[in-house]
């Protein structure tokens, strides 16, 4: 079950920045890791952000992350078209002994 | 190049059993924990199981916890999912997923392109 709360949908016009919240617990964000991934409709996700804000070689720097206390965020910057997707956040909780994923968010650029 | 590529999904009547396997190449197998991920038609993503990279520690997502067994052949490059007591609510696309060298870092890079299961009778 997820334990990890976003948002279900954000949106913005082309250029425009949006960010995405994932709340969690101090067994899970409060003590560990977040990542965050990027589905395309129809394809695997993909990994964007590690490491709570450490972006994979060939993520544009546009993508970025951040996290304080149980919460953490995705920032997307200069929105593009092609950032019309689906994005998850993950961590390990401490207390499941598993990992946890975001509820999800759909991002719509307007 | 990294590649994952899974296969052994079907369909199979409630109560089956399914084995799925992930192919990895492009990187020291052996070195990495590998992670199962589910996604049932029109939900999100839902965490399976984890495996070290030297298979002798695993765990579980409660909902699968007794019925589905996670392992590795580190000489074959290859990683299982052996599905038992399936139910239709088990029905899902199942993604093999890179982990990192160590098991809780969530680094899940690459993932494969996905097998679908399907429970049904």
């Known amino acids: 079950q997820s334990i990890l709360t976003q948002p279900p949908s954000a949106s913005g016009t082309p250029g425009q920045r949006v960010t995405i919240s994932c709340s969690g617990s101090?067994?899970?964000?409060?003590?560990?890791?977040v990542s965050w991934f990027q589905q395309l409709p129809g394809t695997a996700p993909k990994l964007l952000i590690y490491?709570?804000?450490q972006r994979p070689s060939g993520v544009p720097d546009r993508f970025s992350g951040s996290k304080s206390g149980t919460s953490a965020s995705l920032a997307i910057s200069g929105l593009q078209s092609e950032d019309e997707a689906d994005y998850y956040c993950?961590?390990?909780?401490?207390?499941?002994?598993?990992?946890?994923f975001g509820t999800g968010t759909k991002v719509t650029v307007l | 190049e990294v590649q994952l590529l899974e296969s052994g999904g079907g369909m199979v009547q409630p109560g089956g059993s399914l084995r799925l396997s992930c192919a990895a190449s492009?990187?020291?197998?052996?070195?990495?924990?590998m992670s199962w991920v589910r996604q049932a038609p029109g939900k999100g993503l839902e965490w399976v199981s984890v495996?070290?990279?030297?298979?002798?520690?695993?765990y579980y997502a409660d909902s699968v916890k007794g019925r589905f067994t996670i392992s590795r052949d580190n000489s074959k490059n290859t990683l299982f999912l052996q599905m038992n007591s399936l139910r239709a609510d088990d029905t899902a696309v199942y993604y093999c997923?890179?982990?990192?060298?160590?098991?809780?870092?969530?680094?899940?890079?690459?993932w494969g392109q996905g097998t679908l299961v399907t429970v049904s009778s």
């Open positions: 492009g990187f020291t197998f052996s070195s990495y924990a």
């Open positions: 490491s709570d804000d």
């Open positions: 997923a890179k982990d990192g060298p160590v098991l809780t870092f969530g680094w899940f890079d690459p």
């Open positions: 993950a961590a390990w909780d401490d207390s499941l002994n598993g990992y946890v």
């Open positions: 495996i070290n990279a030297g298979g002798g520690v695993t």
């Open positions: 101090s067994s899970n964000i409060g003590s560990n890791t």
